[in-house]
């Protein structure tokens, strides 16, 4: 019996390898269950948080690059589409550009180009000119995305299933993170991050969803670890594509923070119990035999998600004192700071290797307002976040960033080379590479006229109201 094809039904797929060929088939076999067509210009977002050499950070924190090159070729071909514009803004701090060269994506999509039916074209959306849209939301009244995606007939989004530090899951929803600049990124990057993400669905709601679980990243979201699952997902509806994901990571409406709030604010479907699943899979009971794939639920599948057991796996004289945030009444801020240290700790893991962390420098993290002195032993205390408060004794010198939220990169740039461990800040090949994407980026801005449109913007929003 075949299930009745809803608003809220979620296609799945079996697929065991990174075929384009067959991936291509797949997705128009999914669009046309769904009856899904494109048309006019379609903006194409993929998930790339990081990507630099993938022998020692892996490849699983993007979008794979044959289901983004298939998607975008079959996209391009389909009746009435003009053409297809594929974008994202890849972690704070990191040049898009450079991400997009090391996951492959420009050779992929100059492949595609080769045999599309329209123009095909990729950009970085922290380099284009923006254009302000109304958001009417809790955290952002309006914000300001890339005109590309804002001119937009229709929007495609290539969500990679993987776990989060922080929101314990990244799908579809939590995508919008990326369709921000880093200067409206980090805006409300804190305690409330979850509404700040349901307030990006009302300009970031996409159209049709292409989720690549073929591959699913467990863990930390920048450095997953690679778990089989063999399966892509397609829908119409990203809260409906979110919960079987949800499902397929053994996790439920309550473990995923977003999609709780987008709920509580009237988005739907509400439960897994709503959806509809077709195609490969027929019913919840699928889900959960395919998600069997993913076992067993280990230290790697909730790696980097509490930096204290960790620290403690890794034998290192690190220590992290995490107090509740000003003015949280007593709660602590679970996805600010905190998550860029997760972030930033696990990547020195990926760079320098386990055994580095027991031959670290002793040193103390702080976030949050933190009750008691602190014994610094001698060694350096980094409090992080603008709220971080603590009484410091015997310290040899407390650095304190005072910026909300504080960055993986912040940490980078400010610590890293403070900690006896190598720092890939002191990696002259990747210093290169960075110097020469942000110069590149920056050259694009110039002649792109970013740059004097964010100019204009101070100018109208920020000076003259100070004025």
Avoid at 180 to 205: M, P, Q, T
Avoid at 459 to 464: F, H, Q, R
């Amino acid at each position: 019996m075949t299930n009745a094809i809803t608003e809220n039904t979620v296609v799945a797929i079996r697929c065991e390898s990174y075929d384009r060929e067959k991936i291509g088939e797949i997705i128009v076999r999914g669009m046309d269950i769904l009856g899904y067509r494109p048309r006019g210009r379609v903006f194409v977002k993929p998930n790339v948080v990081f990507a630099y050499n993938t022998d020692v950070f892996g490849d699983m924190a993007y979008t794979a690059t044959p289901l983004m090159g298939a998607a975008l070729d079959t996209l391009s071909r389909q009746s009435g589409v003009d053409r297809v514009d594929m974008g994202e803004n890849s972690a704070i701090g990191f040049p898009t550009r450079l991400c997009y060269k090391n996951a492959g994506y420009y050779d992929e999509v100059e492949s595609v180009r080769k045999s599309a039916g329209c123009p095909v074209d990729i950009f970085c959306m922290d380099e284009v000119p923006r254009k302000s849209v109304f958001v009417g939301g809790k955290v952002h009244d309006n914000l300001r995305i890339s005109k590309i995606m804002a001119e937009a007939d229709t929007k495609v989004y290539l969500p990679k299933l993987k776990g989060h530090c922080v929101s314990n899951m990244t799908g579809t929803v939590k995508l919008n993170i990326g369709i921000c600049s880093d200067d409206e990124r980090a805006i409300r990057h804190d305690f409330l991050l979850n509404e700040k993400i349901v307030d990006l669905l009302a300009v970031g709601y996409p159209d049709f969803i292409i989720m690549d679980a073929v591959d699913v990243g467990v863990g930390n979201e920048a450095f997953p670890v690679r778990r089989k699952l063999g399966l892509i997902l397609m829908g119409t509806n990203p809260m409906a594509v979110d919960l079987v994901g949800a499902r397929l990571l053994c996790l439920d409406l309550d473990d995923v923070p977003y999609l709780k709030a987008a709920v509580a604010r009237g988005y739907t479907p509400s439960g897994i119990d709503q959806v509809t699943i077709a195609g490969d899979l027929r019913s919840l009971e699928d889900v959960d035999e395919q998600a069997k794939r993913l076992l067993p639920y280990d230290d790697d599948f909730y790696g980097w998600q509490d930096v204290e057991k960790e620290l403690e796996r890794l034998n290192s004289p690190l220590q992290f004192k995490w107090g509740p945030y000003q003015g949280g009444n007593g709660k602590k801020c679970l996805t600010g700071c905190v998550m860029g240290l997760k972030m930033f700790l696990s990547g020195i893991e990926k760079h320098a290797g386990a055994s580095a962390f027991a031959r670290a420098k002793p040193a103390v993290f702080v976030i949050g307002n933190v009750a008691g002195p602190i014994d610094a032993q001698g060694g350096e205390v980094y409090k992080l976040g603008s709220c971080a408060r603590a009484e410091i004794v015997n310290a040899k010198k407390v650095i304190h960033i005072d910026k909300c939220f504080t960055t993986a990169s912040d940490m980078n740039l400010a610590i890293a080379h403070r900690l006896g461990m190598p720092a890939i800040t002191r990696d002259l090949g990747f210093l290169k590479d960075y110097a020469g994407a942000i110069a590149a980026a920056s050259f694009q801005k110039l002649v792109g006229m970013r740059y004097l449109q964010d100019m204009g913007h101070f100018i109208a929003n920020g000076l003259v109201r100070r004025v």
